[in-house]
């Protein structure tokens, strides 16, 4: 049989049957590798480089320099950290002749049928290095056009973030490009160094990112705003009285206008008219939000204000709010508004809201606030690096909390429950700034999944997490996200004819397929909003898939299901990929807990479990694994599908839907001691998971090609999800004083 460790290294060699144990080495390894760090702050020059809907740069120089001659050239220049090797195809799509430098190695030069085909698109593969990565590219003039768009393949699922070079720019988000010259800067010289001075070469790096000295002879409004006579804007900041401790602090300043000031959200004082002024306010120990409200008047010749604050006859320095990557400013702002804009100080100073159109910006050229996802990047493989995978929407991450809010629950652990609901509060808190910082800037740099959604993968896994969550906190943020999944599910989603889902995905390899994956994608999280929302037509639609794709999928001589149906060939690939059935019968114990005892469709889909049980039931290694592909002996013996099974089989027991119970509670069972034995060794890590899958009509790609990944998301919360049902199904035994061979 397949082995990941020693049977020594196993977790049940360590605690033997304690399955509660197990699922706390489980959830905590999890928690304690994937600390709860959330979205990292950035300056951002919106006047840079933007990317457009595909998540590509839009390097068309020839739009920012109309006026550059032939043969000129310009340089574009980018930072990418990795936190690990981590392979990735890129996408260049030439506007005219390009040269691209891969961390200083020439790795692709552009033919003449890729400069002057029109969207000729060219696909690199690069290895990404642990570390700092740099990518330059040279682009010359010509009649054909003047540079290039760049970016990552599938760019809201396999991240490409692009930091600045240059130690001016330091920690900024976003490329630099330079104004033409007449001749190569670098043909027989090395490229700029990653943090070197952007002066050293003598070229005009763009964007611009200091004030000129007219522009820093203005105040500081006027010079972010320009003059706005009849509006107003906000600024924030901190005080930090760690080093003084409580004490009475004095705000000493000028102002142009109207000024009025909040200390932690309460009004401190308010000054009518244009001069200097001052104000007291005593503070306690601690951090302390500090809020001006500045307005330009009609008559106004200049606009903003400039404040110091002292304690004990010493100043005090301010500090930014939050911490911005590239920026040493303590102040943010905020604006402009029209005068009679009711806006309540006490809502204003958070980062995770939009106020009226407008975000925080700093005291910079075009330059603003912005929050990154820099958290675990996918690869090509489907896996992700070293860091955590906090504040990540994507679909194996839904399953992987839901495990730990059915472990937290189990084990009564609120801190685990806590960490899985702030998971989730991570990306939907921030949900409405996501939508807005991809219309500012074409593509989002949060919650893309979520935002870009086009396909189920995109929104029903983690959705039906965070419906999950609802149970919990009733989060009233959750549901307008959850009417917009259920509004894409229900109105938008690509049927068939007789409305079963399925993938369109234009111009891709996977066009016009159904997926077995697309159940647990989908019929969940119909389940759950139905509950909240009394939506009849939700629940019946995750019924009517079911029978839908069981009339695409299912092969009855197995009793088990294919994993893709192939419209463009009118055929299912008859490979029973271990996962896909897995997702299959997983999703099946969710519609059928769901559905109403007299339900048109009950009795047909728990005839159907009871088929799709018994075929599965018979492939079983003796080793209580599943395998890869599960009619294939030969293929590896995987961890996932044998998780999912267990806790299908489990859960069939309980809720009384099988009607052979005796035969599932020792599959079940046995799955788990499989499990415990063979892929979950003494540290919690989880083995034996197949990394993400496409597909294919051959058992070879997914015996050969689809290989395990340790701690692979596709694994860990299933896993968990699993023994919570073993418990379950144990403590439902003792509770029914039977032994497993007495059920039934």
């Not at 595909?54 to 001659?69: H, I, M, S, V, Y």
């Not at 005090?316 to 029209?338: I, M, R, T």
């Not at 965070?466 to 259920?486: F, H, T, V």
Request: charged share 20%; aromatic share 12%; glycine share 8%.
């Amino acid at each position: 049989m397949t082995t990941y460790f020693n049977e020594q290294e196993s977790i049940q060699s360590r605690l033997g049957r304690d399955d509660k144990r197990t699922l706390k080495v489980l959830a905590d390894r999890y928690i304690g590798a994937n600390p709860p760090v959330p979205f990292a702050f950035r300056a951002f020059n919106r006047s840079g480089i933007l990317q457009n809907e595909e998540g590509l740069f839009d390097l068309n120089l020839g739009c920012r320099f109309p006026e550059a001659k032939q043969g000129q050239i310009s340089y574009a220049y980018s930072l990418v950290w990795s936190d690990s090797e981590r392979n990735l195809d890129v996408l260049m799509r030439c506007l005219g002749p390009i040269q691209f430098y891969f961390n200083d190695e020439l790795a692709y030069r552009s033919n003449v049928i890729d400069e002057l085909k029109p969207d000729a698109t060219v696909k690199l593969n690069l290895n990404f290095a642990k570390g700092w990565n740099r990518l330059f590219i040279k682009a010359k003039v010509t009649a054909a056009g003047f540079g290039c768009l760049f970016g990552s393949d599938e760019a809201k699922v396999r991240i490409l973030n692009v930091r600045s070079p240059f130690a001016e720019r330091e920690g900024q988000a976003g490329w630099v490009y330079s104004a033409p010259i007449d001749a190569d800067r670098f043909e027989e010289s090395p490229l700029p160094a990653a943090l070197s001075s952007e002066k050293e070469h003598n070229l005009t790096w763009l964007p611009a990112c200091e004030w000129s000295e007219e522009a820093l002879a203005l105040h500081n409004c006027e010079r972010l705003f320009g003059l706005q006579p009849g509006k107003k804007a906000y600024a924030w900041t901190q005080l930090n009285t760690a080093s003084i401790g409580a004490a009475p602090y004095v705000l000493k300043g000028t102002t142009t206008g109207p000024l009025t000031v909040w200390v932690d959200g309460e009004q401190a004082a308010e000054f009518r008219t244009e001069g200097n002024f001052q104000v007291e306010v005593p503070l306690a120990y601690g951090k302390h939000d500090i809020l001006i409200r500045s307005e330009c008047e009609l008559t106004s010749s200049s606009w903003g204000f400039a404040v110091n604050a002292f304690a004990g006859g010493k100043q005090v320095p301010f500090h930014s709010p939050v911490d911005v990557h590239g920026s040493n400013e303590a102040w943010l702002y905020l604006g402009p508004f029209d005068a009679n804009a009711e806006l309540n100080a006490k809502e204003i100073a958070t980062t995770k809201r939009v106020i009226a159109d407008n975000y925080w910006r700093l005291d910079r050229p075009s330059t603003w606030i912005r929050p990154y996802y820099e958290n675990a990047m996918l690869s090509n493989k489907w896996t992700v690096g070293n860091t955590t995978n906090y504040a990540r929407w994507d679909y194996p991450l839904g399953v992987t909390i839901y495990g730990l809010l059915q472990t937290g629950r189990l084990l009564d652990r609120s801190d685990v429950l806590s960490y899985a609901l702030e998971h989730v509060q991570s990306c939907t808190d921030m949900f409405d700034y996501s939508l807005w910082d991809r219309e500012q800037y074409g593509f989002p740099a949060i919650n893309q999944q979520l935002v870009m959604m086009k396909m189920l993968d995109n929104c029903g896994s983690f959705g039906s997490a965070m419906l999950e969550s609802y149970k919990e906190d009733k989060n009233s943020g959750y549901l307008p996200i959850a009417e917009r999944i259920a509004d894409f599910m229900l109105q938008q989603l690509e049927r068939k004819e007789d409305g079963a889902f399925y993938r369109v995905c234009h111009d891709e390899y996977s066009a016009n397929t159904m997926w077995a994956d697309d159940l647990y994608m989908s019929t969940p999280f119909l389940c759950r909003y139905a509950a909240i929302t009394g939506s009849r037509e939700a629940l019946d639609e995750a019924a009517k898939q079911f029978l839908l794709f069981r009339n695409y999928l299912f092969m009855p001589e197995q009793r088990i299901m294919s994993h893709v149906f192939d419209f463009k060939y009118g055929m299912p690939t008859r490979i029973p990929w271990g996962r896909g059935n897995g997702w299959t019968l997983f999703s099946l114990t969710e519609v059928l807990e769901a559905l109403p005892a007299d339900h048109v469709h009950r009795h047909e889909l728990v005839r159907f479990f009871n088929e799709l049980c018994a075929g599965y039931a018979g492939l079983q290694a003796e080793s209580g694994l599943w395998h890869q592909v599960l009619n294939d002996p030969d293929a590896y013996q995987e961890a996932s599908c044998t998780a999912m099974f267990a806790y299908s089989f489990a859960r069939g027991v309980r809720f009384g839907w099988l009607t052979e119970p005796q035969r599932f509670v020792q599959a079940a069972l046995n799955a788990w001691n499989g499990l415990t034995q063979f892929a979950i060794d003494a540290q919690g890590n989880v083995h034996g998971v197949c990394s993400g899958s496409r597909y294919a009509f051959t058992a070879d790609y997914y015996k050969k090609d689809l290989l395990t990944v340790t701690n692979d998301n596709h694994g860990v919360g299933i896993m968990m999800l699993a023994g919570t049902e073993i418990v379950k199904l144990k403590d439902w035994l003792g509770e029914q004083r039977l032994a497993p061979s007495e059920v039934g």
